[in-house]
């Protein structure tokens, strides 16, 4: 288990295993007795535990990134769904573990509308039917279904090449799943009810874009168990899934995001940033004025003057660079110490700790000002009212 930095507030587990996994069991209960004479009475009791593996109601799903008919620029993006039940992709052992780790039953699949995919909705009574020549499905029926026979069951076929090229291995699987505990007392009412428990399963994919147009891409829940560790004939030329929970996301790609369009684009622009380009900037007094400001990834050599114009340096204006040779300040130092403070003050339980902590500052620096001016410290200050309550002075 990786635990955050205050484990009340934030953890992450690999796996999250519940206490029964999906099968058949039986209980046995012994009663033995001696009066009026000995004898021994016994019953059993068969009874299943059964995951809802076909359908997901939209209640159970805590959030799914990106949201269901969301249109950008995704091409960076691994999509992921978070669910209510932090045990849901563990509820079934269908292989051994591998290196120590959990494996999960579940994947998160994205098949693009140029991928040749095909959708439909049966009922859960007519899945059965559903195997044909040429298409691998390897359902079983259930003996315990969580089901009702006329409950839609979403259902997706793909080609058998896009199933290889999309579909994670086994090896993988363990690192596409965690659970995780998030405080949640900071949240709306309605959230702050949950005990904090999630499960959360990601893709292994980016999501397919275009630079011409916006790729319609389907994001699948679905079942790894019966896949990764069969082989599908050779007369198979599609897959068929039983599609859990699904979600549609439309990605375009407006702008090369790999991390050397990146490099080059500092490259290119590094010459205007290292001059040190002027912005428009209004100081706290109201004057307007223009500042240097250079990108915080290259350096820029120029002595640094403290508590200019009386400023202290834990505040941004204390934090300025005065540029002598042009007689004008320098922002990037401030720009990023305020920024740095802004996302301290974003995380609640920081910005707690940091008032606490200033209020406890506040009151020494009180309590001190008071012993000076009564010259009396502040434990004795107590002994003389206790002495005076007690009239013994």
Not at 34 to 58: C, G, I, R
Not at 62 to 71: D, H, I, L, R, T
Not at 87 to 114: C, F, N, Q
Not at 125 to 130: A, D, F, R
Request: with cysteine.
């Amino acid at each position: 288990m990786l635990v955050g930095e205050n484990e009340k507030e934030f953890k992450l587990a690999d796996s999250c295993v519940p206490g029964l996994e999906e099968g058949r069991y039986t209980a046995e209960g012994i009663q033995t007795v001696t009066l009026p004479q000995n004898d021994t009475f016994s019953v059993k009791k068969d009874f299943y535990v059964a995951a809802n593996t076909e359908t997901m109601a939209t209640d159970e799903v805590f959030s799914v990134y990106p949201a269901p008919e969301q249109q950008g620029d995704f091409a960076g993006t691994l999509p992921f769904i978070v669910l209510k039940n932090k045990t849901y992709p563990w509820i079934k052992r269908w292989m051994e573990d591998i290196d120590g780790h959990r494996v999960p039953w579940t994947a998160l699949i994205v098949v693009s509308e140029d991928e040749g995919p095909r959708e439909m909705d049966v009922k859960y009574k007519e899945l059965k039917n559903l195997k044909e020549e040429g298409v691998f499905f390897p359902y079983k029926e259930k003996t315990a279904a969580c089901c009702k026979d006329d409950d839609n069951v979403h259902i997706l076929t793909i080609p058998k090449e896009t199933y290889d090229s999309i579909m994670p291995d086994a090896e993988d699987l363990p690192w596409l799943a965690h659970a995780k505990f998030v405080n949640l007392s900071a949240a709306e009412d309605s959230i702050a009810q949950q005990d904090g428990w999630f499960s959360t399963v990601i893709a292994n994919r980016f999501v397919p874009s275009s630079e011409d147009h916006a790729v319609k891409s389907t994001v699948h829940l679905v079942s790894a168990e019966g896949y990764l560790n069969a082989k599908i004939p050779n007369d198979c030329d599609f897959v068929r899934f039983i599609s859990i929970y699904h979600w549609n996301v439309y990605s375009e790609k407006t702008q090369d995001q790999s991390f050397v369009s990146l490099v080059n684009g500092l490259a290119e622009h590094s010459g205007i940033v290292k001059e040190k380009d002027l912005k428009s900037h209004h100081l706290r007094t109201g004057e307007k004025t223009f500042s240097f400001y250079h990108g915080p990834l290259l350096p820029y050599h120029s002595e640094r003057y403290d508590e200019i114009n009386g400023e202290e340096k834990f505040t941004a204006d204390g934090r300025m660079i005065y540029d002598s040779e042009n007689g004008i300040f320098d922002v990037s130092y401030s720009a990023a110490f305020q920024l740095g403070r802004l996302i301290t003050l974003s995380r609640r339980s920081e910005a707690e700790k940091i008032v606490t902590w200033r209020k406890d500052q506040a009151v020494k620096k009180h309590l001190n000002k008071q012993k000076a001016a009564i010259g009396f410290s502040v434990s004795d200050l107590q002994e003389l009212c206790r002495f005076l309550s007690e009239g013994k002075l």
